[in-house]
Every structure is written in C-alpha cells, then in structure tokens.
C-alpha cells in the first residue's frame, strides 16, 4: 500500500486529533515527525500515536526531505506564514481553518501555493459529515428542487475564554466562518450580501471585549436562495448543529446527533440524552473523512475538495458581516476588499 | 347554562368554520341568525347549522335586539367598517384578522370600539393551537430562560388564486400577519425594527402582480430577541408550521402536526404520511378554541385575549416589512404612522 | 338532511361519551331520549345534551315508537339482555363491549338480534383511532407484504378500583379484550390459539382478587402471523397505545399520541410532554368515529363495521387466555365451547 | 505505555475486524501474529493492520512465549477445542459466540479455563452498545424501577446462505443467541422458562434444512419480569435492533441507528434513509468496545465482563428454545442438561 509521509505542525488539541487519525485511522498516511515549541505535548502525543521523530521548531519539518505533506494546526496567526513556507519548500498543505484574518496574508499565501503547484486544503471538517453530506447530496441530486431557502443553526455548547475571545478575530472569523462555509457548501453558489444583527445575552466580558455572542446574519445567494445563520456562544442543552434546505420540490433538515437512540418514560416527561456536547465529539468521523480526503487528493493527484479560495471566501463573508453589523445595513461581498 | 347569542356575518368558508363550531362545538354559544349576500350559502349553513334565521343584509343583525355578540367573516375591505357600525350597535365584536389594510380605517374602528366600550376579538387563531401555547407557556414560566432567537417557519401548501394575490394586500399583510401576531405572542414583547428579503420563485405571476412569495424577516424585539419568519407560498409536502424559541436557559420547538402516528419501514426508506395539510385540518381546535375565548370574555365580562391593538400592530410590522423590502434597508416600527 | 332517532340506555361516562357525540359531532344523529336509574346524572346529561327526554327505566326507551336505535352504555352485567331486549323491540343497537362474560348469554343475545333483523355493532372504538386505521390500511394494501408479526402495547396510567376489578371479569375480558379485537382488526384473520403468562406486579390487592395486572399474551394465527399482547394496568408515564406490524416487505409501527408537539431541550435532558394520559383524551375522535359510523350504517342500510361475531371472539379469546394462564400451556380456542 | 502481546485465531469476516481494532484502534494492544490454513487471506489481513507474523496453523500461536492472549475467530466446531488448548498453554483468551452448540464441550472447555487460571471473555459484543448500555444503565440506577417486561426485537437483513444454515446449530443458537445474552444483560436476572413459537416464512429452503426463520420466544425471568424475543431471517428495510425495558416506574427504548440525521420531506411523504444495514456497520463502535474491555481486563488483571458461564447460559436457553418449539409447550432452562 502506497502511503503519504506526513509532518504535523502543532501538538495542541486539534494537532492531537489529526495526529491519532493520521496515525490510526489513516492506513495510507504515515505520520513521520511532529513539531511544537511545546516539546512536552509534542512527545506526548508521538508516544501515543507511535509517531518516530519531535521536534521544537516546525522548519525542521520543512527542511525533512522525507516529508511530502504537512498538517497545520498551529495558532492561527502563524497560518498564513506557515502556509507560504511550506508551498515553498513543495509540502502539500493541509491546513486548519482559517487561514487568516487578513484578506491580505491570505491572498499572498495563496500566490504561494499557487506558484508552488502545491495542493492546499483547508480544515473546514464539517463539509464530511454524514448529516451535511447527505444534504448537500439531496441538493446536488434535485431531490429537493431549486433550493429557496437554508437555515443553519450553530450555538455552542460554552464561550470559549475570554483570553481567546481577544484574539480569535471576532465571533464571526472565529465560529460563523464554519457556518459561512456550510452556507456555500450546501447551496454550491455564492452569497452576494449579508446583513447581520447581533447582540451580547450570554456574558458581557464578551461585550467588553468588543465582540458579539449572539448573531443572525441574512444572505442573499447569486442564484436569489436566501440564507439565515444563527449563532449562539451558549446553549446550555449542549452542541446544537443544524441544518435545513427548502426548495422547489421538497425540503431536508438535519437533527442534532446524539450519544444513543433511547428514549425514556417518566413519571414526568419523555426524554434522552443530551446530544453530543462538544465539537470533537459531535464529529469525530468528519474529522477522519477530510483528513483521508486530502491523503488521497495527493495520493491521487486530485484537487482537494477545500481549496484555497474555499478557505478565503468566508472571511470576506465574515468581514462583510461585521461591518453590516457596525453599519445596520445590508453589506455586498463586493465591498470587502484585501 | 348562560348562552350568548350570536350572529355571524359572512356564510364563507371561514365564516362556515366559526358557525360551526358556535352550533356544535361551544355550548355556551347560541348562534341565531347568519347574514350573507350570497342566500344560498348563508341558507346551507344555516341547514347544517340547525341556525333559525338568514338575512341577506348585515345590517339586519346589528339591529336584532337579541344578538348579543357578532362574528365578522365579510371580505377583508369590509372590516373595519362593520366593526364600527357593530360598536356604535352596542354588539361584542368577533372580526377576523386583519380589520384592515389602512391604519388610519383600523385606527377610526378601534375608538369607535373603545368609545362604544364593547368587547372586541381579533381572529389572530394560530395563538390558540396547542403547540404554540405550549411555547408560549414554556417562555411565561421561565422553562428555557431569557429568550434570545424566535424562528418561526410558516409556509402554505400552494398559493391563492392570482385574483386573491392582487387584493389581499401583499403577502405581509396576508400571510405574514399571522406569524408577525406569533412573535409577539410567543415573545411577550414589542418588535422595533425589521429587515426584509424576498424573491419571487413560486409563480411568475404573482411578480407580475406586485407581490412576493418567498420571504424572510428579521425582527429586532425591544428586548434584544433577534427574530425571523420564513414564508413561502408553496411546499409540496403541505402546510409547514413551526417555531423554534432559544434562550438563556434552554430552546423550545414544534413539530408539525400529523394526520396519524404511524411510522413505515420500506425497502426503500423510513417513512411516514405527510402533515395535516390545510389551515382548516391543522389548526381545526384552535378555531374552537379561540372561540369558546371569546364567548367566555363576554359572558364573564373580561378582557379578550386578542385585542384591537392586537390586530393593529401586526398590520404595522407588515407595512415596515414592504418599505424594508422596497429599500433594502432596516425599517423601525416608529417610522411607520397611519 | 335525514336524521335517525336514538335512544340513549346508560348516563355514566361512557354514556356521557356518547350523548356529547349524538348531540354535537354527528349531524344525522338526533337523541332524543336518555334513560339512568340514576335520574339526576341522566338529567345533566341532558341538559348539557340538550336531549329532550329523560327517563329511569331504559324499557321506556325501547317502547319509544320514534327511537330507532338505541346505544347501550348500561353496566356490563345488562348488555347481553338489553341486546336481546332491543331487538326484540326492533331498534337497531350499538353496545359498548364485552356483550358479556358468558359465551352463552352471548350467543343468546346474537340469536335474538339475527331473528329481529336488526343491525347490532359493538363498541370497539379502537378500530377508528387514525393510529390504527392507518396500520390496517397498511396491511390491506399490501405496503408491509404478508403480516409475519403483530405486536400489541397496551398499558393504563393506572389500575381501576379493587371494587371493578371484582367485577370486571378479569384483566383478559375487562382490559385485554381491546387489544383482542385489535390483533383480529389488524390482521384481519382468526387466532387459533394462545399462550398466556402473567404476573401481579401492580398491586397485591389485585392478586388478592384473583386478577392479574401484569399479562403477556402470545397469539398464533391461522395463517401463520404470530402476535404478542403485553398489558400493565400501570404505565406512570402514561396511557400506553403502540402497535406494530412487520411483514415480507416492511413493517409500520405507530407512537403514541401527545397533546402537542413541542420538543424542550434543557441543561439536563431533551424531553417533551407526556402523552394523552386517559381513553377519554386519547381516544376522543375514534368515539366520534364510531358512532358516526353506526350511524351511517343504519340509515344507508348497510353492516356495521364491528358485528355480533366481532363481539364474541374476542370473549372466547379472553377465556382462553385465562385457561393458557392457570394451565401454563398453550390453549386452542377451539377448546372454548359455550 | 503497557500493550498486551496478542495473537488472532482466523482471518475471516470477524477475525478482520477484531484485527483492525486491535491494530488500529486499541493502543494497549500488540497484534503480533495472525494464523489461519487460509495463508492469503491472513496475509492481506496481516499486511493492511501492520501485524508482523503469520502462521497457518493455530498451534504455533500458542506456542508463542511472547503471545500473552489469543482471539479466536475460528469455525464455531473448533472454538472450545482451542479455547482448552490456549488454556493449557496458559493464554488469556477472547472467543467468538458461542463457545459450542454442545454444552458438554462448553463444559469441558470452561474446566480447562477454570484450572488454567486464565481469563476468558466470549464475544457478546452487543451488550458494548451504546444503546443497549444505556438501558442497562437505566435498569441498574433505578430509573425505570423495578422491570416488569423486556422486549428484544432482532431481525436481519437477510437470511445466510442455506450452506451456513445447515450447519449453525439452527436459529436459536446463531442468531438468537445474542438477544439471550442480550435479555440477561438487560435484567440482570436469570431466566426460568421459556416459550417458543415460530415459522417458515422467509425462505422454504430453509425449512427443508430443519430450521425456522420467523420465531417468538417468551422468557419467564426468576423474579418475574416477562419478555419476548422477536427475530427475523429478512427485514427489507435492513437491520432492526431494538429493545425495551418496562417498570414500574417508567420504560426505556431504543430507536435503531441510522447513517444520517436527514429527514426529507417531499411530495409524497416525510422520509429518512434506512438504518444502519449490517452488524459490521451497526455494531462497528461495540466490537472496539469489548475487545478494549477485554485487553483491560487482562492488563488490569480483573475480571472479564463476559464470563464463560455468559457463554453457556444461553446455548441452554437456545436448546431450551427448541425443545419448547419441538413440544409446544413451555420448557424449564433446568430440562437441560449436558
């Protein structure tokens, strides 16, 4: 069996998630070497994972003839760069969402990646999970007409700190960007203009901190679809991930996905179990899928099914929200510009 | 048993819905005389309805002595009139929603219904269907906290007549007005502004017409409860009549309403009949229900549970609606006068 | 429109039932008179009823020349002679199941209703539940394929008064009885034997009274579908209501009914309400149905939908479920001979 | 980390999965070797899971000194032969169900184990369910109350190939071995009794090679609860899998499981795609369970949570079954013995 050597780059918790499934998941992936500045969590993790080689500075990964592909999942503001260096020195990239929050640095990556004939993917784990597929097949497959409107739902189950609220870019590059892409996703079509109203109900620390906890953001698609998005930093019954298309001919919702299928009667209510709380949990497989999706685009030589501009478009879509938000007025994707 | 005598205008297909459930269904309710210009159609009524007398003239009702209450079911432009002339009769008023499309007619009915001092209902029925009751229930006793997102979705099974769609007044104040009646209800709080898309994707014709049948509004609620209501004229699979209410503490949501709890397994799927798929099949006890309201409110001398402001406001949120739709732009209530 | 004249024979609660259906649901009926030894529950229904007559000998109804049909809602022990009694007299009968107890007051009463001619159908209202019309329905036009399974869950919110269950005949005549006649309905062919277990789990005081409040019943039917019954007089969730039936090419099974369909999801648990909680709730329209359908029978002049026959099998298969159970062997109903 | 040395016993359908889990999924274990008279098919199982060693005849497994336990996945008629000789050898030992469709084998296998001082885990996997564990759960914490009845419903997709019926002992120890176990595992009390019925209704070959493929089986537990098992040879609509538990003080069920949480509504229903159709996808999660529960165990030095007595008990309920078939009547588990 042919397999891909492959150098991860961040031994955080989502560098911990791909490494397990590069390692035990993936059998044409064969994790060589994995860096972090952590060296503790790096070793850790290469134990667990039998992954041979750590190291402290992630250009010795580069450098590693061995290595053809990198996973990135360093923070996010060392993205972009990483991305140039590794398209320079002809790594296949697969990297975490986003790429950046600037439109600038993530256009001169892409020129990178361009230029390298590298293939780049982008870590949007929700487009391979089994709920959103089989909508977005319903979509492709007419089985519910012309779409006419897409609903998503999307509240976690707790804020994230507020250390992280600082610097994450904001709820809409830091959460709705996973919404703005499903929204593209399932439609297949561009979203032409967002507005957005929001406001602070869950913490006002979030509020002090120049941010939003609560969004709806409306978008108007090329094709006349017309799109909600809701946001929510806390739903306390857990992680709430839905969806719903309604077209010409029919329509298709998800529901939430949950630890088991019992239901129980009492003296009180008919009830479950909450559904799966948190987002490594709620999906586990999605992140197994795109992982083995972007091994086999370079095995292959395929293009990866998240390109570049898939990881570009959303923070314009994102950009664009927040100014609807700040200006209360519908805002065009035209007006945003690098 | 104290009985109220009642008499109805209108021997419509509303009209005959409310005779009905007056001769059958509510016993503190005697209906004595039915009026429509259409004979034949107050006379089968009247028949099935075992009610002793038919007029052709309304008028004839308001000047019966006994008729102690008067259920309006006349065309929509005959409200507002009729509601004043019932009022300066001294009848308790049933009308039907909406009492017009003009503030300024809607706004002459209520004082003269105010200065009269009689019992006015409006027919707003979807707040007596026990799914949103049970919502509404659920947001009064604290069950899910503070409310932070009202969805509502509400789409018909097929569109009216082209000849309905030019004189219904639009689909905001024919079709709209019952969910923007189900924010407020649901909610408990004012709405001061709202932003509307649409499209037209049904039916060319009713473009051609002036109208929309695919809408989406949001509603910014004094409160900070962000809201939408999707609205299409057409869903193949029948009427589709649900609400979702997040909040601080939980979320609370409906399901349509089938016509049997039967679930079959296939070789092909999992599957089950489709949904009740008129107004008249789907909110059937409401109609009751809202009615038997109504005769309580007056034999009891309390306060109905719709009043006119009732019926006024969601007229207004559906005026704000189009000039939002017309300008692309949030509209505030406030901008909106008679 | 042509109205049929009933006579009403009981004024408990099953008779209040009815009386409300005559009297406001089915507009070809037209009660005129109601008969209770207890004059002042008889009154009142009555009165509510608006039924001109009431009467404390039920022989009054039967001698009445303007009642064509009578509806026996009388205690159990009179059914089989009021039967006898009214047909003798040439009305048309509609009495509430069991017949009786005994095969040969059955078989008595079946005699006299055959020689008078008249139409006779027995009260099994379950038959005309949506729920289960729809599985029938399912099974008549073949979309499950040949039935190899039936599954019958019928369970009380609670048990009935130790002093009924002295009376009652015994959990298989007074409770299983329902869903005998159901497991026929749904099938649509004859049992041929059964094999019973049981226990006392609910109450002791039911033991003590030589019943059973625990009962599995295994069903074999001719053509070769094999059934289970499984009855508690004690559900605390609820009235518990479920069929199931699976065949060669699929299967349908139903859930239970609630009183809305509000789904809430907490910081503990995703729950809804409980379901209908009592026959009268649950099965409010298979009354109206039934009824109407007796009703329809006698002025088309056509058989009615659950015949004497309907209403004797069902006894033989509750004493043969008691023989099952004191002998813990499987018992042909072949061996219960009047 | 501490990893557990493991050799694996056949490389066929189930051998290949318990491979992978080891190898993949389970990181305390070593695989080391792989051993079947088919060398091709342990070859390619071998190099796809990354397993060093491979052998064609099981003895030099056992021979292993570095071999710590054995998973034996081999032909049933051999599974209590080489469950006595790795005993001998002094290997812990996982088996395939069951141990033997003779109980004097079982026997004389569970000495050997017992004198060995080994551990033995059989593969009842299905109690490793999330679903089923969840009952389980319920009925231990009390949340139900006391069980007054159990119901299993088990059905397959499809029939096995006749070949495989005429040697599998026949339905009650093939297939319904699992719900035995699985009814057990439920209560956590013994059954008394049992009562079958069944039929032909799937495939007539398989009546003419002696066997059922439709049956019923009532259960009698030691302290009263009553069940039913309901298997099928053929669902069309794929694998059916559920369970309920009733008590007295509420009732747990579980749904099946399905690929997706889509729900479609078209024009002619409401539909979802079919569950999960194979007990490799069904059950994929439950089989990594058991055999990192059993790895565990070993390592932990505890006891295994399927015992060799689990192993036993229900090859005497599935000989039980028969004879109550065979008899029509119902047989005492005490009836048979070795």
Redesign the interface.
Known sequence: ?KRLNVGIIGAGRIGKVHAENLA??I?QANPLVIADVNQQAAAAVA??CRIPAVVADYHEVLENAEVEAVVICSPTDTHARIVGEAARAGKHIFCEKPIDHSLEKIDQALVEVARAGVKLQVGFNRRFD??F???RQ?VVNG????P??V?IIS?DPSPPPISYVKVSGGIFLDMTIHDFDMARYLIGKEVEEV?T???V??DPEIGKAGDLD?V?I?L?FED?T?G?I?N?R????GY?QRVEV?G??????????Y?????????????????LNFFMDRYTESFVTEMQAFINAVLEDKPTPVCGEDGRIPVVMGLAARKSYDQ???VRLAEITA
């Open positions: 069996m035990f998941r059998p134990d667990s089994a709920n597929r089989r909508v319903a089985e519910i007409g012309e006419h409107f609903h509240r507005y109203c929001g406001a109900r869950v609560t709806l409306v108007k006349g017309l909600t809701d929510s806390k739903a306390v019954y709430d309604f010409s001919q029919g329509a298709i919702r998800t529901e939430n996905n630890p088991n299928a019992a239901v129980i009667s009492g003296a009180e209510r008919i009830h479950r179990d909450l559904p209360n007025r519908p």
